[in-house]
């Protein structure tokens, strides 16, 4: 099974930071990761899949980059409504979802 | 909008079963495949199971084979995830969550609803 890590597990930033996670896999996933957002006590929100592309609708200041092994959610400059819980998944065509662990945004 | 509701959570004994719901609203529903994922703050989120767009595909992780049962109901636009001989490490929030493939599945989700609480304890 593939195992996915994220690092920091906590992340404090101020307003207007340039916030970075790092997403490993344990194995080669090619670009297939998928990034949500989540705030306590609710749904899951979806940002990018395909490891770079964003969901219609998302802000532009979040981005997503990385393949084979380590990826990357940048924000650009973060906003008040951008504190939260972030979670990449791993995916492929044999009926494979993996989640990482989490890294909590709060703030400074 | 977009949205999926779940509902049936609860208090359960060990061995015990429950039933899960899900009503979906604002899309086609018989067009997406759907997903239940479990949460819980040591694991996180962790996805239990999938039923194909046309219910002709279900596949489950491996804690939960031969106890929890998937199925679809199109003509209510509901999902249902029936749990039997539940444990103890089967606590957990559980979301009902679209998948983003139409008349596909892609394996990523892209409606999620806030959750159920099933908790198993005697």
């Known amino acids: 099974d593939i195992q996915m890590t994220q690092s920091p597990s906590t992340l404090s930033a101020s307003v207007g930071d340039r916030v970075t996670i790092t997403c490993r896999a344990s194995?080669?996933?090619?670009?297939?990761l998928a990034w949500y957002q989540q705030k306590p006590g609710k749904a899951p929100k979806f940002l990018i899949y395909?490891?770079?592309t964003l969901q219609s609708g998302v802000p532009s200041r979040f981005s997503g980059s990385g393949s084979g092994t380590e990826f990357t959610l940048t924000i650009s400059s973060l906003q008040p409504d951008d504190f939260a819980i972030y979670y990449c998944?791993?995916?492929?065509?044999?009926?494979?979802?993996?989640f990482g662990p989490g890294t909590k945004v709060d703030i400074k | 909008q977009k949205q999926v509701v779940e509902s049936g959570g609860g208090v359960v004994q060990p061995g015990g079963s429950l039933r899960l719901s899900c009503v979906a609203s604002?899309?086609?529903?018989?067009?997406?495949?759907m997903h239940w994922v479990r949460q819980t703050p040591g694991k996180g989120l962790e996805w239990v199971a999938f039923?194909?767009?046309?219910?002709?595909?279900?596949n489950y992780v491996d804690s939960v084979k031969g106890r929890f049962t998937i199925s679809r109901d199109d003509s209510k636009n509901m999902l249902s995830l029936q749990m039997s001989s539940l444990r103890p490490e089967d606590t957990a929030v559980y979301h009902c969550?679209?998948?983003?493939?139409?008349?596909?599945?892609?394996?990523?989700?892209?409606?999620w609803g806030e959750g159920t609480t099933v908790i198993v304890s005697s």
């Open positions: 604002g899309f086609s529903f018989s067009d997406y495949g």
């Open positions: 395909k490891a770079s």
């Open positions: 969550a679209k998948d983003a493939g139409y008349g596909t599945t892609f394996y990523y989700m892209d409606v």
């Open positions: 039923i194909k767009y046309d219910g002709g595909k279900k």
């Open positions: 194995q080669n996933i090619n670009n297939w």
């Open positions: 998944q791993h995916y492929n065509n044999y009926l494979e979802a993996a």
